[in-house]
């Protein structure tokens, strides 16, 4: 079974954001009018990784960029992807491990 491919895309708010993530990605990676699963269409630029995404994420503040991150899988639309949900939150599974070792242990501290 092949793995589904997944893209990203940053959406810039107008102005400065627009000005420095365009002078930062290639033309090529430009996509307007973009329709998302919102089903409105979207001025994006897709990016080459992850980590491409992350580093923009972690500037966004020092350079004061706005935007928002899209996650494209397959031939799925666009969808908005919210990173400080998905990654401040601990995963089921590790909820799941921490109750049990409370359990087994006794512990509170396993528990947070």
Not at 48 to 62: G, I, N, P, T
Request: net charge positive.
């Amino acid at each position: 079974m092949s793995q589904t491919k997944t893209t990203w895309y940053v959406e810039p708010k107008p102005g400065h954001t627009a000005t420095t993530i365009g002078r930062e990605v290639s033309g090529e990676n430009e996509c307007r009018q973009v329709v998302c699963a919102d089903g409105k269409k979207h001025d994006l630029y897709r990016m080459e990784s992850w980590a491409e995404v992350k580093r923009l994420l972690d500037s966004a503040q020092e350079h004061q960029l706005k935007f928002k991150v899209l996650k494209q899988e397959g031939k799925r639309p666009p969808q908005l992807f919210n990173p400080e949900k998905v990654f401040s939150r601990k995963s089921d599974e590790v909820k799941r491990v921490a109750e049990q070792l409370a359990h087994i242990t006794g512990s509170k501290a396993a528990r947070s």
